[in-house]
C-alpha cells in the first residue's frame, strides 16, 4: 500500500498537444482510471492534477501537492507531440531521473506493459530538465501514453480506451508486468535489480557505436544527454558504417534500405526530415538535427 501522486498534464488555460486526440482531454481520462484502479489495489490517491491556470501555477501546483504530501511516488501522465502529422506508429516513453533505481524499475515495468498493448517502446528517458522530475522529492514517472498525431498510435489508443490503458499504468506502478504476474521489489532499496529492458536501447547502440569509432568516451547507459549529443559525429553524404545505419533505421528506413551508405536516397529523408521539424534543410545531419534525432 502506497501514497501514489497523479496528474494530468495542462489545463484548459494553458492548453498541451492536440492533433487527432487532445491531451489535456485524454490525459485526464487515463489518470481517473489510474485513480479507481489504484485505489482498488489499497494504494492512496493523492489528486496532483490543478484547475485551469498559467503554466508556472500548472507545473507548481503539481509538484507542491506531491511534495507536501510526501507521496511515494508521482505520476504525471502526458500525450506527446512532435510532427504536424504523422502517418504511422511512434509509441509510449517515460521521462525519468535516471539516479532513481525505483523509478527506473518503475518505469520500465509501465513501458512493458504499454508496449504489450500494442504501443511501440521508445524506452526510458533522461528528463531532468522537465520541472515535474527536477523538483519533486520522491521518484517521478513522467508517463507519455502515445503520439496525438500518428494515425496508428491513436488507432490503437482509441480502441484500448482511456481505462484500459489506465490499467496498464496501474499494474506496472504495483509491480506487475505483461501477463500480470507480480514482481516483488523492496522500494527501500537502492540496488533494485532492473529488468533488462532499462534503457533506450537504440540510444545506447548508438552510444557504443560513437565510442567503438572514437568520437567520444561516454557511458553506454540508453539515457539521451549532453554526452550523447556531443559524441555524435557530423554525418553526410558518402559516409558509411552503424551511425549511418543508425540514423536510417531512425528515421524508419526499410531493412533492405538500411545499408548504412549515406547517398543520395539518405540524403534526401534527411532533407524531408530536417524541412518537417523546422531545420536548415541541407542534408547534412550536424547538432541541430542530431537533436531532433535523439528525441
Given at each position: 500500500m502506497e501514497k501514489i501522486g497523479t496528474r494530468g498534464g495542462h489545463n484548459r488555460q494553458c492548453e498541451g498537444a492536440s492533433a487527432i486526440i487532445n491531451e489535456v482531454t485524454e490525459d485526464r481520462n487515463v489518470c481517473a482510471a489510474m485513480n479507481e484502479n489504484l485505489k482498488n489495489a489499497g494504494d492512496?490517491?493523492?489528486?496532483?492534477?490543478?484547475?485551469?491556470?498559467?503554466?508556472?501555477?500548472?507545473?507548481?501546483?503539481?509538484?507542491?501537492?506531491?511534495?507536501?504530501?510526501?507521496?511515494?511516488?508521482?505520476?504525471?501522465?502526458?500525450?506527446?507531440?512532435?510532427?504536424?502529422?504523422?502517418?504511422?506508429?511512434?509509441?509510449?516513453?517515460?521521462?525519468?531521473?535516471?539516479?532513481?533505481?525505483?523509478?527506473?524499475?518503475?518505469?520500465?515495468?509501465?513501458?512493458?506493459?504499454?508496449?504489450?498493448?500494442?504501443?511501440?517502446?521508445?524506452?526510458?528517458?533522461?528528463?531532468?530538465?522537465?520541472?515535474?522530475?527536477?523538483?519533486?522529492?520522491?521518484?517521478?514517472?513522467?508517463?507519455?501514453?502515445?503520439?496525438?498525431?500518428?494515425?496508428?498510435?491513436v488507432e490503437l489508443y482509441k480502441k484500448l480506451g482511456a481505462d484500459v490503458v489506465g490499467k496498464a499504468i496501474t499494474d506496472g506502478i504495483n509491480g506487475k508486468v505483461g501477463s500480470h504476474a507480480p514482481i516483488i521489489i523492496n522500494k527501500q532499496a537502492s540496488n533494485v535489480t532492473i529488468p533488462e529492458t532499462r534503457v533506450n536501447n537504440s540510444i545506447a547502440q548508438l552510444q557504443d557505436e560513437c565510442n567503438r569509432q572514437g568520437f567520444s568516451n561516454q557511458k553506454v547507459d540508453g539515457f539521451n544527454g549532453t554526452n550523447t549529443l556531443a559524441g555524435c559525429p557530423l554525418t553526410k553524404f558518402g559516409a558509411n558504417g552503424n551511425i549511418t545505419k543508425w540514423i536510417q533505421k531512425r528515421l524508419g528506413f526499410p531493412t533492405n534500405l538500411q545499408t548504412g551508405y549515406f547517398g543520395d536516397i539518405t540524403k534526401n529523408a534527411i532533407i524531408k526530415y530536417q524541412a518537417a521539424m523546422g531545420l536548415n534543410a541541407d542534408g547534412i545531419v550536424g547538432q541541430g538535427t542530431w537533436t531532433a534525432l535523439l528525441r
Open positions: 492512496t490517491v493523492v489528486n496532483c492534477t490543478p484547475e485551469n491556470c498559467g503554466e508556472n501555477e500548472d507545473l507548481n501546483y503539481g509538484t507542491d501537492t506531491a511534495n507536501n504530501n510526501h507521496v511515494d511516488l508521482f505520476v504525471p501522465i502526458h500525450f506527446n507531440n512532435t510532427y504536424t502529422n504523422y502517418n504511422g506508429a511512434i509509441g509510449s516513453e517515460i521521462w525519468i531521473n535516471p539516479s532513481s533505481s525505483i523509478s527506473v524499475a518503475t518505469g520500465t515495468r509501465i513501458l512493458n506493459n504499454l508496449q504489450a498493448l500494442g504501443f511501440k517502446n521508445r524506452g526510458l528517458k533522461n528528463g531532468m530538465h522537465l520541472h515535474d522530475v527536477r523538483a519533486t522529492n520522491m521518484p517521478t514517472v513522467l508517463v507519455e501514453v502515445c503520439f496525438v498525431e500518428a494515425t496508428e498510435d
